[in-house]
């Protein structure tokens, strides 16, 4: 009789393997934690992306303070230059190699003010892209946020149910015979998690095969029972 009331422990024992079994897997394979993983990933890329718009923002600003550095130099020079020239009391020779630095000056000048122009549309371009990809990360972190608030809920839901189907594992576990849970615990990993079928009308509850009524007869005076095909522990109806 103990061995009859051990081997539906077992069968209630499995019942209980088997959920939790369930909710690891469940808590494993959320669709949330791809969605999480993907949205990580454009995170990271994003960064990546902005780290490089804003480097050639850094140059473009850079940039362009060095030419109106230059181009302020030039102009200063040149006005100086030309109040010499006017002012005169210089001779001729003086004179035309001022002017010739007044022109050279004010090529240079002009040259400046093109790539100031140029390096402005650059500046604006980078300042689109930084601002751009600012408001796509944005986008992509407050997703993954909401993925990761959105998984750990789930999870605080699934580990309180795991937490009660461990409880009542340890309600039944001492049910059991101890050489009856080794051999469960030793066949379950090799039988996808189920170690224990109930044998119902001739039919094993793991493997789904029947057995003959000899084949009963012979399988049930062993204990444990075990089906002849699947070799799993048999529960009699």
Known sequence: MEEFHSLEDLLDLQVVDLDIDRLLDHRRSLPELEQYRRTHEEVAAL???????????????????????????????????ERRLYAGGIGARDAENLRKEVEMLRRLASEREDQ??????????????VADLQTRRAAAQAEKDRLDAAIKEKWRAIDAEIARAEARKREIVP???????????????????????????????????????????????????????????????
């Not at 780290?51 to 020079?77: C, I, S, T």
């Not at 390096?119 to 604006?124: G, H, Q, T, Y």
């Not at 029947?210 to 049930?220: D, F, H, T, W």
């Open 47 to 81: 960064d990546g992306l902005l780290a490089d718009a804003d480097g050639r923002l850094r140059q473009a600003e850079l940039a362009g303070d060095k030419a109106q550095g230059e181009l302020d130099l030039a102009e200063d020079k040149m006005k100086r230059e």
């Open 116 to 129: 100031i122009l140029e390096l402005i549309d650059v500046r604006e371009k980078a300042e689109a892209e």
């Open 175 to 237: 049910l059991v015979l101890p050489e009856l849970l080794a051999l469960y615990e030793e066949l379950r990993p090799h039988k996808e998690g189920v170690a224990v079928g109930r044998l119902s009308e001739g039919v094993c509850g793991g493997c789904h095969l029947r057995l003959s009524a000899a084949e009963q007869v012979g399988v049930l005076r062993d204990f444990p029972p075990r089906c002849i095909h699947c070799r799993r522990i048999l529960v009699p109806q």
